[in-house]
């Protein structure tokens, strides 16, 4: 799922202290591209967890419904949270499954790595590879 939220920038003697109102939290960049950087990482935390919890996800505010002050800047922040959950939740569980005697007597033959092969197969299945 992507989404797009707004994110107030402010500039600091050294860089920018970030907001993302939606989701209540604050981080910070040396400079403006590390900001954004931080800003999406933020997000795509905050979205997963909430997700996690089995909260719902909030909606974008309007940007023009935002207050901030002259020196701050409202830039909007796509994030793909199925994308950032790939990227970041990699811990690894354990899959009890049977197959038949001959299949598995084939595959190990042949050395395959079953951890592997259904790794693959079910991103294949779901879409995802």
């Given at each position: 799922?992507?989404?797009?939220?707004?994110?107030?920038?402010?500039?600091?003697d050294?860089?920018?202290?970030?907001?993302?109102?939606?989701f209540?939290?604050?981080?910070?960049?040396?400079?403006?591209?590390?900001?954004?950087?931080?800003?999406?990482?933020?997000?795509?935390?905050?979205?997963?967890?909430?997700?996690?919890?089995g909260?719902?996800?909030?909606?974008?505010?309007?940007?023009?419904?935002?207050?901030?002050?002259?020196?701050?800047?409202?830039?909007?922040?796509?994030?793909?949270?199925?994308?950032?959950?790939?990227?970041?939740?990699?811990?690894?569980?354990?899959?009890?499954?049977?197959?038949?005697?001959?299949?598995?007597?084939?595959?190990?033959?042949?050395?395959?790595?079953?951890?592997?092969?259904?790794?693959?197969?079910?991103?294949?299945?779901?879409?995802?590879?």
């Amino acid at each position: 799922m992507r989404s797009v939220y707004p994110v107030i920038f402010t500039p600091e003697d050294v860089g920018y202290s970030v907001y993302v109102p939606d989701f209540d939290v604050n981080t910070q960049g040396d400079d403006f591209a590390e900001a954004m950087y931080m800003a999406r990482e933020v997000i795509g935390l905050m979205g997963n967890m909430l997700e996690d919890n089995g909260s719902s996800m909030p909606s974008p505010s309007k940007m023009d419904e935002l207050t901030h002050a002259e020196n701050e800047s409202v830039v909007l922040i796509d994030v793909d949270f199925l994308d950032y959950r790939r990227r970041h939740d990699n811990k690894a569980v354990k899959k009890n499954c049977s197959i038949p005697n001959w299949l598995n007597e084939a595959a190990m033959q042949a050395g395959l790595n079953f951890s592997k092969v259904l790794q693959d197969g079910l991103k294949e299945k779901l879409g995802l590879a």
